[in-house]
């Protein structure tokens, strides 16, 4: 086992988990949406690209600086391209010790939609459980179209 795996074994198996259990419950489909979490200062917990999160294992999971240097990669693995996104979040919310990029089907079909769903308590549920959300305009995946980020 790598020190890495070691020393982060349980936000390793937290990570796995909730990866799972997203591509279980649809959240996720083939290779999309992804996870990462703040484990210790500059480094930080990812899902690797182009895994199902449904199948996803320990082993797994990257490991990154916030440069986005690979700390660990398991052979044949190497961290979503959408790194840089989760590292600007959690470079700008010390607080926040984890992101989650998912594509929930409703949540999917009011983006497509359009206009403000979103943004008013159309579903009191997450708004009580989570706080409002955020709309991040679309952007073409793995680009520099990040501008809400930038602010």
């Not at 979490?37 to 500059?42: I, K, L, Q, S």
């Not at 840089?84 to 979040?89: E, L, Y």
């Not at 983006?111 to 943004?119: K, L, R």
Request: hydrophobic share 40%.
């Amino acid at each position: 086992m790598h020190p890495i795996q070691e020393k982060y074994r349980a936000q390793i198996e937290e990570v796995v988990r909730a990866a799972n259990r997203l591509g279980q419950i649809g959240y996720v489909t083939s290779h999309g949406g992804n996870l990462s979490m703040r484990a210790d200062g500059d480094v930080v917990l990812i899902t690797p690209t182009k895994v199902p999160k449904r199948d996803l294992t320990f082993d797994d999971i990257c490991a990154i600086d916030m440069r986005g240097g690979v700390l660990y990669a398991r052979p044949g693995r190497k961290p979503t391209g959408e790194w840089p996104f989760h590292v600007r979040i959690l470079e700008k919310r010390p607080d926040v010790k984890g992101v989650l990029h998912a594509h929930p089907p409703v949540l999917t079909g009011f983006a497509i939609a359009g206009g403000d769903w979103m943004q008013r308590a159309f579903l009191p549920e997450p708004v009580i459980e989570v706080g409002p959300m955020v709309m991040v305009p679309y952007a073409e995946p793995l680009s520099d179209e990040d501008d809400l980020l930038a602010q």
